[in-house]
Structure formats: structure tokens, C-alpha cells
């Protein structure tokens, strides 16, 4: 794959490259501004950039502000954001510029990088158009469900269903990972888009619609 690293962290940005380079990508700019990152997006069309949260000169939100413009620049384009710690409200925006259209959005914690498989199996399923959270952002969502949450209809299975969608899983993973088939994955799936009211259309675009419901409740 193609790749753009963007991180003001010398350390870690370095980090980046020689791992991605040792397992056979072609890291083709690493960046430590926001500004950088949006022009090696348009300049290069990376198959997938890596994007830390915080960068200069404020140290907040401008990688996230950067991988939105970018998407806005180059629609689709694969991004990956990395953040020390979980920021839930990060991950929605960041989600949000899905618009329904698709295109791979990730969002994992720095320390996952040192899972080395892990890690690459999510870059690599970011860069295939997937969607990728970390589990803890994923669990925190929990604590923030209201009492008019539009998934108060699903069961307790599908909850867990939709959780694994979450974290950009197939059905097949999913089914892996609960200990079912196939069959009855799908079967949970549809009665998730039925149970949240989305119209038929292409899978990928109501799974995307069916997790931005799961993140914003």
C-alpha cells in the first residue's frame, strides 16, 4: 500500500516508517502538521494515511480537523486516526464525513500499534474501505446512551452484533468472534436495519448509517 504518516512525534512518525516499510509498504511522505498532511493527500492519493489527533500549533484537535479536510479535498480517501487517549466526540466527527458514501475511517488508540498484526490488519482493512474503531472507544459508548435511544428496540444480541460492526468487523469475524454462523449474523443484521428504520441500499452504505446511529446514542 501507498501510505502517508502524519505526526508531530519524530519518534513515533520514524516508528511508523520503518515498520510500514519493513512489511512491504511504500510510505510515500510522513508529516508532522496538519497543513502537510492535507497536501500529501492531494498531492500523492495515498491508498491509506495514518493521522495523529493532536498535532501544532495548538495541540487539540488539528490532525482530526486536517484528515476532515482532507476527505472533503479527496473524497474517500482512506484515513486512520490515531489519539492517546479515548475522545468519543473525535470519532463521530470523524465518522460523520462518511456521508453515506463510504470510504475507510479508523480510529484506534496509539497503544495498538505495538500489536503489530493487529495493527496492520486494521490498516489494512481502513484502506479496503472498512471501518475500524477501537474497542475502548467502543465500550465507552455505553456510558453515554440516553433514554430516547433509537436502539432501545434491538436485543441484546444484536447489540452485540452492531458493537462488532462497530469496530469495522465482517460478518464472517463477527460470526467468528460470537460462536454462530454465517447464516444467523445475517439474520441479526437485517433486523438491525429493519429495527433502525434504514431503506434498502448498497450494505456497506446502511452498515456505515447503522453504526453513526450507534456511536451518536
Do not use: C, W
Not at 452492531?162 to 469475524?173: I, K, P, Q
Not at 468472534?177 to 438491525?192: F, M, Q, T, W, Y
Amino acid at each position: 500500500m501507498r501510505i502517508v504518516i502524519a505526526d508531530d512525534a519524530v519518534l513515533l512518525r520514524e516508528g511508523l516508517v520503518r515498520l510500514l516499510t519493513e512489511s512491504g509498504h511504500d510510505v510515500v511522505a510522513a508529516v508532522g502538521d496538519g497543513d502537510a498532511l492535507v497536501e500529501a493527500v492531494v498531492e500523492h492519493r495515498p491508498d491509506v494515511s495514518i493521522v495523529d489527533v493532536r498535532m501544532p500549533p495548538s495541540h487539540t484537535d488539528e490532525g482530526l480537523r486536517a484528515a476532515v479536510e482532507a476527505r472533503r479535498l479527496v473524497p474517500r480517501t482512506p484515513i486512520l486516526v490515531l489519539s492517546q487517549y479515548v475522545e468519543v466526540s473525535y470519532a463521530d466527527d470523524l465518522l460523520a464525513t462518511t456521508g453515506g458514501a463510504g470510504g475507510g475511517i479508523g480510529y484506534l488508540l496509539k497503544d495498538r500499534v505495538a500489536a503489530i498484526d493487529e495493527f496492520l490488519d486494521a490498516l489494512r482493512r481502513v484502506a479496503a474501505g472498512g471501518t475500524v474503531l477501537d474497542p475502548e472507544v467502543v465500550g465507552q459508548l455505553f456510558a453515554r446512551r440516553r433514554r430516547d435511544d433509537p436502539l432501545r428496540e434491538l436485543t441484546p444480541r444484536e447489540r452485540e452484533v452492531l458493537a462488532l460492526m462497530a469496530e469495522g468487523r465482517s460478518n464472517t469475524a463477527i460470526a467468528r468472534a460470537l460462536v454462530v454462523s454465517d447464516g444467523a449474523v445475517e439474520k441479526h443484521v437485517r433486523n438491525i436495519f429493519t429495527k433502525l428504520t434504514l431503506p434498502p441500499d448498497t450494505e456497506q452504505h446502511r452498515r456505515v448509517l447503522a453504526v453513526l446511529t450507534y456511536l451518536r446514542n
